[in-house]
């Protein structure tokens, strides 16, 4: 019969001691904020005593090592870099949903990056980053988007500046008055008020 970790239908092998798969028992022990913290700080003191090597170096390390070695590597790699790309760009169902997700992601940027601008002014942003740069024209829209919402928030009522403020999902806060101190007796006995 053989044993299934306690989280998942996983097959658990004899030497599990917690019972669990390893996927799992990695999961629970990488939630915990204390492992966490021990492990990125082992990093940090390995990374400063030039111990850790990022995988990505090693790779970086090991191509040049090769190409050092096999002179004829590159143009390998170059050919099979060119026919690699030449396969991709062969298909055009792969051609087009590479386009198609270039184009999402960078509607997807633009929108991110022009939060701060409402949509019906991004046209007019536009014009006046081609004429005047793109920090010029930030400024002059920025201080143009002030100017109109002091103004608006200007022609507001009291009443009104504070529905919007709870609307943003400000906090009422209840001011009790202070008890006043004008008594006219006094608990001492001294008489004195």
């Not at 090991?62 to 396969?87: D, Q, Y």
């Not at 930030?138 to 022609?155: G, K, N, Q, W, Y």
């Not at 209840?174 to 608990?187: D, G, I, N, T, Y």
Request: aromatic share 2%; proline share 5%.
């Amino acid at each position: 019969m053989t044993r299934t970790c306690s989280d998942c239908p996983s097959p658990i092998s004899k030497g599990s001691v917690n019972g669990r798969c390893r996927r799992c028992a990695n999961t629970l022990r990488n939630r915990s904020p204390e492992m966490r913290a021990h492990a990125s700080r082992q990093m940090k003191e390995a990374r400063a005593a030039g111990k850790l090597v990022v995988p990505a170096e090693v790779r970086s390390a090991a191509m040049k090592r090769h190409i050092a070695e096999n002179p004829s590597a590159i143009a390998r790699l170059v050919e099979m870099g060119r026919k690699g790309a030449a396969v991709i760009n062969a298909n055009p169902e792969i051609v087009r949903r590479r386009a198609d997700k270039q184009s999402a992601t960078m509607q997807r940027k633009r929108r991110d990056r022009l939060a701060w601008c409402p949509e019906d002014r991004r046209d007019e942003l536009e014009r006046l980053r081609s004429a005047l740069g793109v920090a010029e024209a930030e400024r002059i829209m920025r201080e143009d988007l002030a100017r109109i919402e002091a103004r608006r928030v200007a022609s507001l009522s009291y009443e009104d500046r504070i529905a919007e403020r709870l609307a943003r999902g400000a906090t009422v806060t209840v001011r009790r008055p202070m008890p006043s101190r004008e008594h006219a007796f006094s608990l001492t006995g001294s008489g004195l008020a």
